[in-house]
């Protein structure tokens, strides 16, 4: 009997640096993010993540309060 051999598929992770950031939310928005959104979106997901993880915080991070994004001093 053979068993069907089972293809795993693994989303690529790129870098969430701020050139990749802001490409995805000009792709996405057709706009920038300031620095500080940028900030939060590299903050939330690390040095790198999925492209479907950096479009979700790309598109959430515009519907969230300014003073969830924004670091207090």
Known sequence: ???AKKTVVRD???AVSESNVGKAALR????RLVS???SYV????GATASQADLDAQVMAVRKLPW???VVPD
Do not use: G, Y
């Open 67 to 69: 003073a969830s994004i």
């Open 42 to 45: 590299q903050r939330v997901l």
């Open 36 to 38: 500080t959104e940028v």
């Open 1 to 3: 009997m053979k068993t």
């Open 28 to 31: 996405l928005l057709s706009q």
């Open 12 to 14: 690529p992770k790129i």
